[in-house]
């Protein structure tokens, strides 16, 4: 009995496979070789730049990250989304900026009028947070934004009141457990370190300024 040749469309042979392999790679190394939207590269240049406060380039990469996060917002067609997460990093990296001094440096051109930036970036991504459903998670760390911000301006009690605000507004099931349990650490982090001058002032009458002595108990014998 003779034997059916193989068919070469049902051929399993290596080269086949190579020649299936090598047809589909162009379309898949063009697909890879697509380039970023410009939104897309420009959000993710402050991840790739900053740099801490120890390192020597750590005000360069606050200055090129505030600039990748100005020419997004300059961008075409830019989604709220990533509008409101312009809007976010500036604030973050301008009050870092701030309390770094850059601001008051005579040589830092790119830290001019910085203040004003934080200011307008929380209050459009605010603005933007309650406007659009999909954006309600940002509203909470604006907030707070804005609250460190007046603390870093000395307005003590604006900070108070923002903090309060977002007290008030993030509960649960509202917002995820995550966010919740987030704010009120934010919150006591914020009292702990600028206690108001009431709880200041309970807190040092109530701490005893000298040991009372203990009175020597009475012997039975005498």
């Known amino acids: 009995m003779s034997k059916r040749p193989i068919s070469p469309s049902s051929s399993s042979s290596p080269t086949r496979k190579r020649q299936r392999m090598d047809s589909s790679t162009p379309a898949a190394e063009d697909e890879m070789r697509q380039p970023l939207p410009p939104a897309v590269l420009l959000l993710s240049m402050p991840k790739l730049l900053i740099q801490p406060p120890s390192h020597p380039q750590h005000e360069l990469s606050l200055c090129l990250s505030i600039l990748a996060l100005r020419k997004c917002l300059k961008t075409t067609n830019l989604s709220a989304v990533d509008e409101c997460r312009c809007h976010t990093g500036i604030a973050e990296i301008g009050l870092i900026a701030l309390r770094g001094g850059f601001a008051e440096k005579e040589d830092s051109l790119w830290a001019e009028d910085l203040l004003g930036d934080v200011e307008r970036s929380i209050s459009q991504g605010l603005v933007l947070a309650q406007k659009h459903p999909a954006l309600y998670l940002y509203t909470p760390h604006l907030t707070l934004l804005s609250s ?12 108070r009141a923002a903090l309060n605000r977002m007290m008030n507004n993030t509960t649960y099931p509202r917002y ?6 987030a704010a009120y650490l934010d919150n ?31 012997s039975p014998l005498k």
């Open 148 to 159: 460190q911000l007046a603390e870093q301006q000395g307005n003590m009690k604006f900070a």
């Open 176 to 181: 995820p457990a995550d966010v919740v349990y």
């Open 188 to 218: 006591i982090s914020f009292l702990i370190a600028n206690p108001s001058p009431s709880n200041a002032a309970l807190s040092r009458s109530a701490s005893p300024t000298k040991t009372p002595t203990r009175s020597r108990p009475v």
